[in-house]
């Protein structure tokens, strides 16, 4: 059984690596992707040896980078591209709403498009509005995609691999800022399904759900909750579309108490569709309403405030503590 311990950045290049040289008809595409390796350097080394027909460096222009794409799926090809960063997505919103997500079920079910939207999203770094935002519900709500985020390194390996080979297209969005955490991948081991629900962390007082960035704060807080007596369990969501929630509901089922925590703003967050969800299914084992903890709803602010902005362990246990208090 091959285990390596790599970070989630090494993960998702060797991830693309196998990818490449499993498919002759996966291909690579995006700003900066081929001799950079990529701003966070995830396509590097990709380049230097499949060739700048298999890894891409397109002009500035993401519209044009997902349309290609569109075009090259249709023609039997599976493109990965990248979005450089969350902010920069917006210019290609329309080619991914109004043809990427609608092409299969325009052609009633004849032609496929499988094509992997990659975009490194949330705060953390210390970047500037456009460099860290989690615009995850925007694409959610559009129904024929896919929405993904892993949380460590084994998830990012896998998941990229089921994203690659699924047949409708997937947005693939990359915790920007756990690049660097590690942890252990088994390269050869035969994952559950792409939108299965993780048990991170088991637990029978109260439910905290997650995904991408927010799992390790939320198992921060579980920690930081059992010293003080508190049983909490830690889900890892993985999928925002479609979401887990028959994983949810039976967790809920034994704690009573749900908090569900994201880094975009709790507002229209994918937070209230959860909640609105688990109190229709749990009504009746509920011990208190279904609370959230997430951004605010305002732009994201400079850098030197984003850790005002960003939902940190104090937030989520205020939340925990609040729920148990019911």
Request: aromatic share 8%; proline share 6%.
């Amino acid at each position: 059984m091959a285990m390596e311990k790599m970070s989630i950045a090494k993960a998702l290049n060797e991830s693309l690596r196998k990818a490449l040289d499993t498919d002759p008809k996966v291909l690579i595409m995006g700003e900066d992707v081929g001799k950079l390796g990529g701003v966070f350097r995830i396509t590097d080394g990709l380049q230097k040896d499949f060739g700048e027909d298999r890894v891409i460096d397109t002009p500035l222009a993401e519209s044009g980078i997902v349309g290609t794409a569109i075009g090259l799926a249709l023609r039997g090809y599976r493109p990965v591209v990248e979005i450089q960063f969350d902010g920069f997505v917006f210019p290609a919103y329309d080619q991914i709403v109004t043809q990427l997500a609608k092409m299969h079920a325009r052609a009633l079910g004849k032609i496929k498009l499988p094509v992997v939207v990659r975009i490194p999203y949330g705060g953390g770094i210390g970047a500037v509005e456009h460099h860290s935002e989690s615009p995850e519900a925007l694409f959610a709500h559009v129904a024929g995609l896919k929405v993904v985020s892993p949380s460590n390194a084994s998830d990012a390996y896998w998941m990229m691999q089921q994203a690659v080979q699924s047949d409708d297209p997937v947005i693939f969005f990359e915790p920007k800022r756990r690049y660097w955490d590690k942890g252990e991948v088994q390269t050869d081991a035969i994952p559950g399904p792409l939108h299965r629900a993780a048990v991170a962390r088991t637990g029978s007082d109260l439910t905290l759900a997650a995904y991408g960035p927010m799992v390790k704060v939320c198992l921060a807080a579980a920690e930081a909750a059992q010293e003080e007596g508190k049983s909490v369990e830690v889900l890892d969501l993985r999928s925002m579309s479609p979401i887990d929630f028959d994983t949810i509901q039976s967790s809920v089922e034994r704690t009573g108490r749900l908090v569900v925590v994201h880094e975009a703003p709790v507002f229209y967050g994918s937070g209230a569709e959860i909640a609105a969800r688990i109190t229709e299914r749990c009504f009746y084992h509920l011990e208190a309403p279904v609370l959230r903890v997430g951004g605010y709803h305002a732009p994201y602010p400079p850098a030197r405030l984003e850790d005002e902005y960003l939902p940190g362990l104090d937030r989520v246990l205020d939340a925990v503590d609040r729920s148990l208090a019911y």
